[in-house]
């Protein structure tokens, strides 16, 4: 069955540190997301990307970078982790072509020191 | 761009009444809106969509309402059972945004046995 997996699900590390989480789709789908989860906030987009070697900024990108060199992946780097990145990361999958389903990743919880 | 507002943020009901959630946006050009679940420790999920050119949608106990000219869509669970304890979010989206969607911020359902 196709799926969307995240790496790790949990990761503590130091104040400055750079990160990157992993996310790993099988469902082929062109469109992926990264968002983090904060109490009272919700899902908050940090970067997507439309396609291979597309990326965009969401509305909380500072301190996130993306790259996209093939379909199936899309990591999200934090490049000087801070104590303010300390969240539950979700990646999520959907097909081209309009606004439509988006198949979410089971989360990655960090935690910056 | 688009900010979508959700209440209530909490919300407990006797097992087998009746719960409603209530979203608005501001972006009049959005026209699909989403309502994903999120059980504890798992990612989102969609459990029913609706487009602005239908005013409800219903799918077994949950239905969704839409009024355009209000900018206000709401979420209603019946007759509900223990399983339906979750986060709830509510979401609006474009398709000429290729399926970007900005979230509210979320209603904690309780189910009282």
């Known amino acids: 069955d196709a799926e969307i997996t995240q790496s790790p699900r949990h990761k503590i590390t130091e104040t400055g540190r750079q990160v990157t989480l992993a996310c790993h789709q099988t469902?082929?789908?062109?469109?992926m997301f990264w968002y983090r989860q904060d109490l009272g906030h919700g899902l908050r987009l940090i970067h997507y990307s439309y396609g291979v070697q597309d990326t965009n900024k969401g509305e909380v990108s500072d301190g996130y970078s993306v790259s996209r060199s093939n379909t199936e992946d899309l990591p999200l780097t934090l490049e000087s982790a801070a104590s303010s990145q300390t969240s539950v990361y979700f990646c999520?999958?959907?097909?081209?072509?309009?606004?439509?389903?988006?198949?979410f990743g089971p989360g990655t919880r960090l935690t910056v020191t | 761009g688009e900010n979508v507002e959700q209440h209530p943020s909490t919300l407990s009901v006797q097992e087998g009444d009746s719960a409603v959630i209530k979203c608005t946006y501001s972006?009049?050009?959005?026209?699909?809106f989403p309502w994903y679940k999120q059980e504890l420790g798992k990612g989102p999920q969609l459990i029913i969509d609706?487009?602005?050119?239908?005013g409800e949608k219903k799918d077994q106990r949950i239905a969704v309402t839409l009024n355009k000219t209000a900018k206000h869509f709401s979420l209603h669970i019946t007759e509900t059972q223990p399983e339906d304890s979750a986060v709830y979010f509510c979401?609006?989206?474009?398709?000429?945004?290729?399926?970007?969607?900005?979230f509210g911020s979320g209603t904690r359902l309780s189910i009282r046995p």
């Open positions: 972006d009049s050009a959005s026209n699909y």
């Open positions: 999520a999958s959907s097909t081209s072509g309009g606004a439509g389903e988006q198949y």
């Open positions: 609706i487009r602005s050119n239908v």
């Open positions: 469902w082929n789908h062109n469109n």
């Open positions: 979401a609006a989206s474009k398709d000429s945004s290729a399926s970007k969607i900005i």
